[in-house]
């Protein structure tokens, strides 16, 4: 089971940080990813962590702004998100993927949290 939590109502400009707790599985085994989805819309990656937290990979247009890392101590992958516009007003997912390796593509990953809601006023 994945479950996000973090997600508000910020600033432009603002930071924030997602967390996705992970019960069950340990996150080590998986590649991970944060992916956003807003109404009307396809699914969209975000950024994503290999099983190891050795590689990440992120989308054109958050690189240098957000960062995904694990802790294995708390089974938890987390976002940091900052100098954050209205364009990244979304739902944000976070989701696990039955391989290793760094992947942008949704039917990749087989595990799926429900989604926590960021919106970025101007």
């Known amino acids: 089971q994945l479950v996000e939590s973090g997600g508000r109502v910020v600033t432009a400009g603002d930071s924030l940080r997602l967390s996705c707790a992970v019960t069950g599985p340990r996150i080590s085994s998986y590649a991970m990813a944060w992916f956003r989805q807003t109404p009307g819309k396809e699914r969209e990656f975000v950024a994503a962590i290999n099983y190891l937290g050795s590689s990440t990979h992120y989308a054109d247009s958050v690189k240098d702004r957000f960062t995904i890392w694990k802790d294995r101590a708390v089974n938890t992958v987390y976002l940091q998100m900052n100098s954050l516009t209205p364009e990244d007003t979304a739902v944000y997912l976070c989701?696990?993927?039955?391989?290793?390796?760094?992947?942008?593509?949704?039917?990749?990953?087989?595990?799926w949290g429900q989604g926590t809601q960021v919106t970025v006023s101007s």
């Open positions: 989701a696990a993927s039955l391989g290793s390796d760094v992947s942008t593509d949704v039917p990749a990953y087989v595990f």
